[in-house]
């Protein structure tokens, strides 16, 4: 029977789960019902149907008489795979015509194009994992450092899941308990204590706040801190970006003003991202496209995490720099002081500036205490202590949701102090619940799983 005059319509799906591109391989991923008896039928080799799950064969993908690729066959049976679902992964060639003319046959056959971040949502539909599990795939997927894998791996194994499920039954327990109440509306009586209820409530406070206070480590360690490099023109700051980044990525110059915009690049340290930005010198200029780039810098400066206030050992007097700090001083953001050039300034000027112990002493040209400069940054942003052993948030959905969880338990607090009835009592418990489930997804909508997933790349 010829191949094509099939149809399967159990919205089997596919996508190439490998990143596109010309490469020596790629992997085209099929999850569904008929995933495996379709692959079969234009598969020159074994009978797939007939062979046991997690297995790897070798043969052909033809369209009727035509060799599209040899390829290797792994098959994955329900429900046993990523998705709880019959999964095949054709190993081809990494030719981008080879993967349009295998994924185009497919979809003649039947087989529906998969939506972003489908196969995940189809794991976390089928119970392979838990909501909270399902976004560290992402999460570990984008993992670019030691850090940030740890965090992505504790997560997927679901560390921080139960936490939230062990505050979560620690609720459930009195919330049953009051609704047990209602059923004895018109009787006085009590089978939650309030005292007990409140004590659990207050216990519960306190680690939620704790880990919405976590979450400015969990941002930094997942995206990055961004560090913009401040100071007046010629001063070093294109030389201490060089410096930190191990290459020449700004231009050096004498001439004041060389910096007209503003240069980005990352670099780790102790496993997190700084992402810092070498800005146009701090001056005022007649000059119009140098005036657009300190108003640049200006901007920068709102958006930091931390700011590096660069000024020239060999030149700057004190005032100056006061005038700087109370500016930055003002603006409420993390800086460090740093005085430049330490190699060619006067010994009396390292004398009056060292006195200051909020201020470090650097050399970019010689890289002189460069390293001492790094551990600075990082006790700045509270970053040179990680207990990676601790939960942690990362995400911000995560974050307005235990929020809320927040507020939600101020109403119960409220509530008992004020000796409200049982049924708004529940009410406001409930209201609690309903904000911790939807971190892990006991509490689930179509909308909230559309906007997670549709995050996620396709073919994940």
């Given at each position: 029977m010829n191949?094509?005059?099939?149809?399967?319509?159990?919205?089997?799906?596919?996508?190439?789960?490998?990143?596109?591109?010309?490469?020596?391989?790629?992997?085209?991923?099929?999850?569904?019902?008929?995933?495996?008896?379709?692959?079969?039928?234009?598969?020159?080799?074994?009978?797939?149907?007939?062979?046991k799950s997690h297995t790897i064969h070798l043969g052909q993908i033809k369209d009727e008489d035509k060799i599209i690729d040899e390829v290797l066959v792994s098959i994955f049976r329900e429900p046993n795979s990523y998705t709880k679902e019959n999964v095949v992964e054709i190993s081809c060639h990494g030719s981008n015509y080879i993967i349009k003319e295998i994924i185009s046959l497919f979809i003649r056959l039947g087989i529906r194009f998969a939506r972003p971040g489908e196969f995940t949502q189809r794991a976390f539909i089928n119970g392979r994992f838990d909501l909270v599990q399902a976004e560290a795939v992402a999460d570990l997927i984008a993992s670019d450092s030691d850090t940030s894998h740890e965090m992505a791996?504790?997560?997927m194994r679901g560390g921080f899941s139960k936490e939230i499920n062990t505050l979560r039954e620690s609720l459930?327990?009195?919330?049953?308990?009051?609704?047990?109440?209602?059923?004895?509306?018109?009787?006085?009586?009590?089978?939650?204590?309030?005292?007990?209820?409140?004590?659990?409530?207050?216990?519960?406070?306190?680690e939620i706040e704790k880990l919405i206070s976590s979450f400015r480590l969990g941002n930094a360690i997942k995206n990055g801190v961004?560090?913009?490099?401040?100071?007046?023109?010629?001063v070093g700051k294109s030389t201490l970006l060089n410096a930190l980044l191990k290459e020449d990525r700004a231009i050096v110059s004498e001439i004041p003003g060389t910096t007209r915009d503003f240069i980005e690049d990352e670099i780790f340290i102790e496993g997190i991202r700084f992402r810092f930005?070498?800005?146009?010198?701090l001056r005022d200029t007649e000059d119009a496209v140098e005036a657009m780039g300190v108003a640049r810098t200006r901007e920068k400066m709102q958006k930091a995490s931390l700011i590096l206030y660069l000024f020239d050992l060999s030149k700057e007097k004190l005032v100056e720099i006061e005038k700087v700090v109370a500016e930055l001083e003002s603006q409420k953001i993390p800086f460090l002081k740093i005085g430049n050039k330490k190699d060619i300034a006067a010994p009396a000027l390292l004398k009056e500036f060292g006195n200051d112990e909020e201020m470090i002493l650097i050399s970019a040209a010689t890289e002189e205490n460069l390293e001492e400069l790094k551990t600075k940054i990082l006790h700045k942003v509270h970053l040179d202590n990680i207990n990676t052993g601790e939960s942690i948030v990362t995400n911000v959905r995560h974050l307005e949701a235990l929020r809320k969880t927040s507020s939600d338990l101020d109403e119960v607090l409220t509530g008992l102090e004020k000796n409200i009835t049982h049924d708004l009592l529940a009410q406001d418990i409930r209201h609690a619940l309903f904000h911790l489930g939807e971190i892990t997804?006991?509490?689930?909508?179509?909308d909230l799983l559309g906007n997670i997933f549709s995050k996620f790349c396709i073919g994940k």
């Open positions: 191949p094509q005059s099939i149809v399967y319509s159990d919205d089997t799906i596919i996508a190439l789960a490998t990143p596109p591109g010309v490469g020596a391989i790629s992997v085209v991923r099929l999850s569904g019902k008929y995933s495996i008896s379709v692959v079969n039928k234009v598969f020159q080799g074994k009978n797939l149907e007939a062979e791996m504790k997560q459930i327990h009195f919330a049953s308990l009051i609704e047990l109440e209602l059923d004895f509306g018109e009787e006085d009586v009590q089978f939650a204590s309030r005292k007990e209820l409140k004590e659990t409530v207050l216990t519960l406070k306190s961004p560090t913009v490099i401040v100071g007046k023109p010629n930005i070498d800005t146009a010198g997804g006991e509490i689930t909508t179509e």
